[in-house]
């Protein structure tokens, strides 16, 4: 997320940089979505302004309709031509390549409305065509490449063309064509009318109107910017939501992120309600990780989580931490359902079978099995935000949870490899030919001392 210590400022061009490069790299959301964005962008923008320039194309002709008007149609094809090649070289983070190409384009439009066309039949002082109007048109190519570049790139556009344009004028000022005829002959016509004369003044440059256009051009790009600037936080913004959803998924099915992401109600508030609990550990832990290197120990926690989360997610379970080897996952939380029971012992029988296939493909590589053993509960627990204001954590509390807890240690004492509560089978064995299979797989034992607790407890094993 975007760092909130101090805000944000516009105009601190080099510290927004870094910043965006930093979360890119931290956060490949960000890079998928920068990338992406520059993508779309480029492409809209290459077709932009194609359909832009084409319709330039026939515009022309009904505005001049002269042969020498090909020149111009000419030219609008390599501009069209420069659109699609910055396409291909589009790339995420600066480009030197871009950058030149766009200078390119400007320079060239820059170079088009200052020399004449060199098919027209007779002389014109530069300075009259210099003031046809065509500044519009660096319009266009400053709104097309709003769809595609950064903010940065289109105030450095407004900067580029601002320099341009007043290079155009002292160059045409003091380089270009003139025809002092053409002055006298409007001086003697429009005698005693010196505004007119002024404007219409073959050979003046009319440096006040040239200035007004850099200025509003520079305004112009200014806004654009701003407007490319917000739409670029707004994207990093959206890029930290995917991250912090694409978190919340390491702990929750996606189904449930969704109704996390999308809840009105506050999920952190200290309640109680009924939910399944179940405890997965590695059965002899700590000598197998004494007796293998430390890339082997990691190997197959990775291994083992990726089978015990898969289990918890399949079974519209949360897995609420990890405690080395040992996993705690609930089902019910933060939303109960009517099938919290049942997705309890599910999950329990997937991780059994997986495991029996993962040892079965251990044991064939020459590798020793691995026993995991399972306790499960179903009954009231407290859960909500726990903790300081700046460490807040959603807890699962009570004595359901420390039954769980005690019946996955109880598996080492009764021999077996999960156990589950009686109060768990009631929640969810309700249609008779669940119950059967479950009793095919489970035996029933009675009475079952708990450490740390008074109260005896009926459970299934297996």
């Known amino acids: 997320m975007m760092d909130q210590k101090e805000p944000t400022h516009f105009f601190k061009f080099q510290e927004m940089r870094k910043l965006e490069q930093e979360q890119a790299k931290s956060n490949p959301f960000l890079a998928e979505a920068l990338e992406k964005e520059k993508h779309d962008g480029h492409r809209i923008a290459a077709i932009a302004r194609t359909v832009a320039l084409g319709t330039i194309a026939i515009l022309i002709p009904f505005l001049n309709p002269n042969w020498n008007v090909l020149f111009y149609e000419a030219t609008l094809l390599v501009f069209i031509a420069l659109g699609w090649l910055q396409y291909r070289m589009s790339s995420v983070g600066r480009s030197g390549a871009e950058l030149v190409l766009i200078l390119v384009d400007l320079m060239f439009l820059t170079l088009i409305f200052i020399f004449p ?5 007779e002389q014109i002082p530069t300075a009259m065509l210099y003031r046809f109007d065509n500044f519009i ?7 097309v490449a709003t769809l595609a570049y950064s903010w940065r790139t289109i105030w450095a556009m407004g900067t580029w063309v601002a320099l341009l344009w007043l290079a155009g004028v002292f160059g045409v000022t003091f380089l270009g064509h003139e025809i002092p005829e053409l002055s006298d002959a409007a001086t003697k016509a429009f005698a005693g009318h010196d505004i007119v004369t002024e404007l219409l003044g073959p050979n003046d440059i009319q440096l006040n109107v040239r200035i007004q256009e850099i200025v509003v051009f520079i305004i112009v790009a200014g806004i654009l910017a701003i407007k490319g600037w917000r739409s670029n936080n707004l994207l990093m913004q959206q890029a930290s939501i995917a991250a912090e959803r694409a978190n919340l998924s390491r702990y929750f099915p996606s189904s449930l992120v969704d109704v996390l992401a999308s809840s009105d109600h506050d999920i952190g508030a200290v309640r109680s ?3 399944g609990v179940l405890f997965t550990d590695i059965v002899g832990f700590t000598q197998f990780a004494e007796q293998q290197s430390p890339e082997e120990v990691m190997e197959l926690l990775r291994e083992y989580h990726g089978i015990v989360e898969k289990a918890i997610f ?7 931490k990890y405690m080395g080897d040992g996993v705690m996952a609930t089902f019910g939380t933060p939303q109960t359902g009517p099938n919290d029971g049942i997705n309890t012992l599910r999950a329990a029988e997937q991780i059994i079978s ?7 493909e251990r044991v064939n590589n020459g590798k020793s099995k691995i026993d995991v053993s399972i306790g499960a509960h179903y009954g009231p627990v407290i859960l909500g935000d726990i903790g300081p204001s700046r460490r807040l954590e959603f807890a699962v509390l009570g004595d359901t949870v420390n039954v ?6 109880t598996t080492r004492e009764l021999e077996c490899r999960c156990i589950v509560s009686d109060h768990l ?3 969810c064995l309700q249609p008779q030919e669940v119950r059967e299979a479950v009793q095919k797989t489970f035996e029933f034992k009675q009475d079952i001392k708990l450490r740390g607790r008074k109260t ?3 459970v299934w094993i297996t």
């Open 117 to 121: 066309n060199p098919f027209l039949d």
């Open 456 to 458: 005896k407890v009926d």
């Open 354 to 360: 997986t495991m029996d296939k993962f040892n079965k």
């Open 314 to 320: 399949d079974n519209s379970g949360t897995l609420d």
């Open 137 to 143: 048109y660096f319009f266009v190519i400053l709104a």
């Open 273 to 275: 309600q009924d939910v």
């Open 425 to 427: 089978m009631k929640s």
């Open 404 to 409: 769980a807890s005690r019946l996955e240690s």
